[in-house]
């Protein structure tokens, strides 16, 4: 929420990310399962997507886009007090993958915790380190999204095995004092939702305290899709109501990448021009909680996301769970 007296602001100081180097075409998995590349392309916009080596872990890439977001802020590990990443496919049960990385760091002030909110694990994770710095218990965090999804699929499901990618990317927010308007630089709003009714829809269908397995993912395609335009879109007009901004407004629209098809139906319907629309989708497929900080990092890299912009970020993901924040860059 915005008001019009000095504030802090959660503000982006340095962005990374990390993708494994196997790259997997549509052409691979057409060697793999029974698919197409022309059926993938036309359905998702997807073309190709990273997978993680045997022995490559959700903190491993993690780690790869922590450190990589510390140097482009030119900040030292030491200089971080809260570590939270967005993961649904953790290395171990416990501890978490925030703690591995945080000793893999070099990290022993402070705190770090996972926060599991599937493909809205970034939105959620951006939101809650909001909370703890411009309060002003903390002072800069590290936000990562990390995944391994290629872990949870079914090859023998070919409805969903050529949907997922691997990576991670991360940014650092800082607690900076703002002017209480929307043109600070900072997160100016964010809006996070969640309905356990649609359980059944995205899920996996493993877990310690029910089949003490890691189980595979299971989607209903047509379910998810049906609801995701209208979850989305509901979230970022609460962020358009909270910060008196409309899609003209807006510089990037970085949502989460999943479908081609979501995304374009979600700027039409909250009239962002095409132009301002990040899309990864078609070269790192879904990779959940990582697939907005890799979309940051992309179009931050090639030129286009600059300081002062004002960035969109959205996402929608298992649970249901949705949510949006307004970042000034
Ligand atoms: N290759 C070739 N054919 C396939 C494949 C495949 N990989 N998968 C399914 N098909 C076939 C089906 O068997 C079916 O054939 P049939 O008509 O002979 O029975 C046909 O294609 C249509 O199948 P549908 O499942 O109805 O395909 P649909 O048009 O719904 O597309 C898709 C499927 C792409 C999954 C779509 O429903 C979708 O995009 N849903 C949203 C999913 C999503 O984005 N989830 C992630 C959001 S949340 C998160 O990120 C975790």
Known sequence: MTSESPRLRSVVRGLGAYLPERTVTNADLEKMVETSDEWIVQRTGIRERHFAADGETT??????????????????PGDIDLIIVGTSTPDYTFPSVATQIQAALGITAGVAFDLQAVCSGFVFAV?????????????????????????????????TCVLFGDGAGAIVLEAQPGGGTIADRGVLSSHLRSDGRHRAKLYVD????????????????????RHAVGMVTDVIKDAFAATGTSGDD?????????????????????????????????????????????????ARDDGRIKPGDLVMIEAMGGGFTWGSALIRW
Do not use: C, Y
Request: hydrophobic share 40%; proline share 2%.
């Open 127 to 159: 939101a809650t380190a909001d909370k703890f710095l411009t309060s002003g218990s903390h002072k800069r965090a590290l936000v990562i999204g990390a995944e391994t999804f290629s872990r949870l699929l079914d090859w023998n499901d070919r409805t």
């Open 206 to 225: 493993g877990g310690v305290s029910t089949t003490r397995t890691v189980g595979h993912l299971r989607m209903e395609g047509k379910e998810v899709f």
């Open 250 to 298: 807006l510089d990037w629209f970085v949502p989460h990448q999943a479908n081609r098809r979501i995304i374009d139906a979600s700027a039409e319907k909250l009239n962002i021009a095409p132009q301002k629309v990040v899309t990864t989708v078609h070269r790192h497929g879904n990779t959940s909680a990582a697939s907005i900080p890799l979309a940051l990092s992309v």
């Open 59 to 76: 903190s491993m890439l993690g780690e790869r886009a922590a450190r990589a977001a510390l140097a482009d802020a030119g900040l030292e």
